[in-house]
């Protein structure tokens, strides 16, 4: 990436003509590629370190705050780790050329419905450079090219990872043009890809709320909208104990920082007195804040009461917020009111309770006596997750490879026309 | 439809709420209320002819063209047809719940990924009033409610069919509010309608590529563009000269007013002598306009000199435009210059060149020796055409039943956690 007079459109449409070569590799191409960028990632790992430290230097001097310094750094080990990442996709079935849909009309036209790379795919994240590696990797075992703008904060590292990707992929005779990054061009970059219809097929927004909302609302390329989890577990009067209290502690706490960890627990009237006060007191023991409303703080001590904020929030912390509903029809008003429509559970004997939670929640995943934690593409048994979406078009929950193409209708005639 | 005090937000919320008992409905419930509809619309066509007659008076005072009023015109069989299309609708097959992957991880939890509704489905149009008719079936027979947004020239017309279908929903004892219209609020409901996000789950607009490009800018909510055809014939060197002049024939004369009519055909050099004044004589008697390059004007008569307009013209008319190109590099670098990424058929007995136009033309629908007016969904055999997608995401191509329906993965457990 040498300073250029190029511009970020410049960038893009060099990244929608490569895409027309990457388009048409062999699997095996695109895995020799994947694991010639892993080794290039690897064997710049001096390179890489030395440019992370200056942003962890800028990122010290700017205020960053020691979490997001944390995300930000990269050492030789994690390095290491990218490489990995990228040796793990390189080793993903390809998701190109699979036959969808098979037809023969009356007249002998066959139709075959095939998946095609999307082409362009772009990324709009914030800090965390291993989004850099993950989108590029992801985008290009699927054929697609892909324009990047990460964080300003990881800019250098983002300039070095970019660099050894696109040395990797010309080496292989591969178009480096195929990893793009616009963000040299700050946020007239970040603009440009969110209105450039028509080069990029599809972009894919990574990291807060915010960033999300402001792509979505912006962007005239059509998203795929990865969101906030603010996920409830339903406790129903017939649920077990060992099950409520096993997975709401593992659901909360066995890595609240993400996005598949609940927030919200809804205890059905007639098993508050049996469940409350041990799945509290597991919550609390396992370091849990527990926020709750009068119901629950008159069954268990050390509850803080819950505020309206608390139902919405998404505290991706050791806190959870938990109240007493009268029945399943007010636990699922509740839902609807304050769920992201991410994954909820419901932990019941009922058959019946489960097969209607099943079908009224409107979720991308809906759960019965499971952690809300296995909603995740790895546990799902993609090999990889370009992200957990939470919108209804083109793909909804965890999203592997094959959400990362397209499809197109090949007809093979002999002379047909239309009657 | 009284007048009322509600705001198009109300009535979108409405909407909302019935999308969630009809997305519950029975196939039998919904087959039943799509013929209580089709019934309807045929028992009030007094009614709905009258309004139209409204409609098409203030459409000649204020001076709308003759071919719009044509297209705005009901009579008494034009409602029958408009009912009849109903019922084949209520015969397609439910597009809901069906399985679209199962998975059981190794630690007994069962993943089903199912079809369902989207919930609510929005479509703005324009004047003609049987997509009024058809968008709320289709929307319905895939259990969604529909909010629409008609042409205010249109607008008498679509309230009677409205008016008639909500009534056939009470009388069936469904939420009515299943099917809502914002046109009384004239171009501010299209605008709440386009920012609806977390109302509306899906916007399809139907009309003229200006009224598509202004929904997909302006909508936060996500959008299918259906859209225009640019639609090319590729007559390659080894082209049959029968294959070539009946597909092209065809494939302009047939309905030259629809988006998968041909609107450029390009022919190899190493044919154009044996080509070219064949095909343009056929067109020239079936009527076309011929606009071409001089190539083209040098073997034929009464070629009309093509400008650089006239490759990117949907005419939409009996006109055609006509270019001689060096070799398949050439007209492969035309497409991807002037497409609409619609359709394309390259007529050749040479295989690999066959081959190669397959996998290299970026469009929804890629044909080999066969008329473009098959890309419909009626000819693909859905059943019912919701629109001809022209973006990658979701859908792509004709759009059946199926690409009214999102997915959803449900969980099954036994009180699964995770490591």
Same mark, same amino acid.
């Given at each position: 990436m040498t300073a250029t007079t190029t511009t970020a459109r410049d960038r893009m449409l060099s990244a929608q003509a490569a895409a027309r070569t990457v388009g048409l590799l062999s699997d095996e191409a695109k895995r020799s590629a994947l694991l010639a960028i892993a080794d290039a990632i690897e064997a710049a790992d001096g390179e890489i370190v030395a440019a992370n430290a200056e942003d962890l230097e800028r990122g010290r001097a700017t205020g960053l705050s020691d979490a997001l310094q944390d995300r930000l750094r990269l050492d030789a080990p994690r390095v290491a780790a990218l490489a990995d990442a990228v040796r793990d996709i390189a080793a993903l079935p390809d998701p190109v050329g699979r036959v969808l849909d098979e037809r023969t009309l009356t007249n002998g036209l066959t139709l075959t419905k095939v998946a095609v790379p999307f082409g362009v795919v772009g990324s709009i994240y914030e800090a965390r450079p291993n989004v850099t590696v993950d989108i590029a990797s992801l985008a290009l075992r699927a054929g697609n090219a892909v324009v990047l703008r990460g964080g300003s904060a990881a800019e250098s590292t983002n300039a070095a990872l970019i660099r050894a990707m696109r040395g990797a992929l010309e080496a292989q005779g591969i178009d480096p043009e195929a990893i793009q990054t616009v963000d040299e061009f700050g946020r007239d970059g970040a603009r440009e890809l969110m209105h450039a219809r028509g080069v990029v097929d599809v972009l894919v927004p990574r990291g807060s709320a915010q960033l999300i909302e402001t792509v979505v609302t912006e962007s005239s390329v059509?998203?795929?909208?990865?969101?906030?989890?603010?996920?409830?577990?339903?406790?129903?009067?017939?649920?077990?104990?060992?099950?409520?209290?096993?997975?709401?502690?593992?659901?909360?706490?066995?890595?609240?920082?993400?996005?598949?960890?609940?927030?919200?627990?809804?205890?059905?009237?007639?098993?508050?007195?049996?469940?409350?006060?041990?799945?509290?007191?597991?919550?609390?023991?396992?370091?849990?804040?527990?926020?709750?409303?009068?119901?629950?703080?008159?069954?268990?001590?050390?509850?803080?009461?819950? $505020? #309206? =904020?608390?139902?919405? +929030? !998404?505290?991706?912390?050791?806190?959870?917020?938990? %109240? /007493? *509903?009268?029945?399943?029809?007010?636990?699922?008003?509740?839902?609807?009111?304050?769920?992201?429509?991410?994954?909820?559970?419901?932990? $019941? #004997? =009922?058959?019946?309770? +489960? !097969?209607?939670?099943?079908?009224?929640?409107?979720? %991308? /995943? *809906?759960?019965?006596?499971?952690?809300?934690r296995f909603t995740d593409g790895g546990e799902f048994g993609f090999g990889a997750e370009v992200g957990i979406s939470t919108q209804k078009l083109h793909a909804r929950g965890p999203m592997g490879l094959a959400e990362l193409t397209s499809t197109k209708w090949l007809a093979r005639g002999a002379g047909q026309v239309r009657a």
């Open positions: 059509p998203v795929i909208e990865t969101g906030a989890g603010v996920v409830h577990i339903v406790l129903d009067a017939s649920a077990s104990l060992d099950w409520a209290r096993d997975i709401v502690v593992n659901a909360k706490t066995q890595r609240p920082s993400v996005c598949n960890a609940a927030e919200t627990v809804l205890v059905h009237r007639d098993a508050a007195d049996r469940l409350i006060p041990p799945v509290v007191a597991a919550l609390q023991s396992s370091g849990v804040t527990v926020h709750g409303d009068p119901a629950v703080a008159a069954l268990a001590s050390g509850v803080v009461p819950a $505020t #309206d =904020d608390d139902w919405a +929030a !998404e505290y991706l912390s050791l806190d959870i917020a938990i %109240a /007493v *509903v009268d029945d399943l029809d007010e636990a699922l008003a509740h839902i609807r009111r304050y769920s992201t429509k991410h994954t909820e559970s419901i932990i $019941t #004997d =009922d058959p019946v309770n +489960a !097969e209607r939670f099943l079908a009224e929640v409107d979720s %991308a /995943v *809906v759960m019965v006596n499971a952690s809300t």
